[in-house]
């Protein structure tokens, strides 16, 4: 998937991504896409949990040998 920025939380742990990712796509455009990537597996729930709660777009999520990308869409300021 194509992002328009990159986060890497890899090393960090609940609820650091979570707080990265918002403070990341804060001072992203509406309609931009974030790739976080991770290696924390509680990012399969949280992040999703964070889009539903903020009104932000899950796109969706890629595992691969224990590390995860996660994408979202920034739907408002």
């Known amino acids: 998937m194509e992002?328009?920025?990159?986060l890497d939380c890899v090393g960090l742990y609940c609820p650091m991504?979570?707080?990265?990712?918002k403070a990341k796509i804060d001072k992203m455009e509406v309609g931009q896409v974030l790739e976080v990537?991770?290696?924390?597996?509680?990012i399969e729930?949280?992040?999703?949990?964070w889009c539903k709660r903020?009104?932000?777009?899950f796109l969706g999520l890629?595992?691969?040998?224990?590390e995860y990308r996660v994408y979202v869409r920034k739907l408002k300021d």
Do not use: F, L
């Open 37 to 42: 990537i991770a290696d924390d597996k509680g």
């Open 3 to 6: 992002a328009d920025d990159s």
């Open 62 to 66: 890629e595992e691969q040998d224990g």
């Open 17 to 21: 991504p979570i707080i990265q990712t």
């Open 45 to 49: 729930a949280d992040m999703p949990a």
């Open 54 to 57: 903020t009104g932000n777009e």
